[in-house]
């Protein structure tokens, strides 16, 4: 499996574009996660998915961040209007829960770096 | 309080040195344990899980205490490759919903 691939890996933008990062996760995991990656804030989940469907947004800071699973292979996150203080590192993972174990972890993509200037 | 906090570091240490990371959790409700490790502009990758009676891989050692709340990682004869950032995971959900990341305890293991 080539695991977890986001699109694109940087990203500049001006201010008030439109953003949208892309994520495939692997293949048979039923959990899809969001978490954006600051210096100040570190490792942060925004969102996650079971099946699909979105369990908790809590962690979307504001209502300029949306995020989509139309199906089991792929997710959207999308920031509109952007502002500079978005600027980080997005990660997506995925997981599975292992029926052996009822253990679970969650691998990561390459992330994308988005700045907005 | 933070949900999970670690050791601030950085920690410099010799190669061939053994160091031991710290780790905390508030969510008593917290079902399993894990260190992830990250380079530099990398994403984050698992070292191991945490099992309740503590566990080995190689030079590494995991060890949980669930009445503390406390989470371990000690590396042994450390080499100049173990030089990342060590995150500790907790889950809190009861299957894989949440994953929450420590801060992060950056080691550089020098020559």
């Known amino acids: 499996d080539a695991g977890v691939i986001q699109s694109p890996r940087h990203e500049v933008t001006e201010m008030g574009q439109e953003v949208t990062l892309r994520c495939k996760p692997i293949?048979?995991?039923?959990?899809l996660f969001w978490y954006r990656q600051t210096m100040m804030r570190g490792l942060e989940l925004l969102i996650y998915f079971n099946n699909n469907v979105p369990i908790d947004d809590s962690g979307m800071p504001e209502d300029r961040f949306s995020a989509k699973m139309p199906n089991a292979s792929f997710s959207t996150l999308k920031i509109q209007p952007s502002e500079p203080r978005d600027s980080a590192v997005y990660f997506c993972?995925?997981?599975?829960?292992?029926?052996?174990?009822?253990?679970?972890?969650?691998?990561f993509g390459q992330g994308t770096r988005l700045t907005v200037v | 309080r933070k949900e999970v906090e670690q050791d601030p570091g950085p920690f410099n240490v010799p190669e061939g040195a053994t160091v031991a990371f710290n780790c905390t959790y508030s969510?008593?409700?917290?079902?399993?344990f894990f260190w992830y490790r990250q380079d530099c502009r990398k994403e984050p990758k698992l070292l191991m899980s945490v099992y309740s009676s503590g566990n080995e891989d190689g030079r590494f050692t995991a060890q949980l205490n669930r009445a503390s709340q406390y989470i371990s990682l000690l590396i042994r004869d450390s080499k100049l490759s173990d030089s990342a950032t060590y995150l500790c995971?907790?889950?809190?959900?009861?299957?894989?919903?949440?994953?929450?990341f420590g801060p992060g305890t950056r080691l550089s293991v020098l020559p």
């Open positions: 993972a995925s997981s599975q829960i292992l029926a052996s174990t009822g253990n679970t972890e969650a691998f």
């Open positions: 293949s048979g995991h039923d959990y």
């Open positions: 969510n008593s409700a917290s079902q399993s």
């Open positions: 995971v907790v889950n809190i959900g009861n299957y894989g919903q949440n994953f929450v």
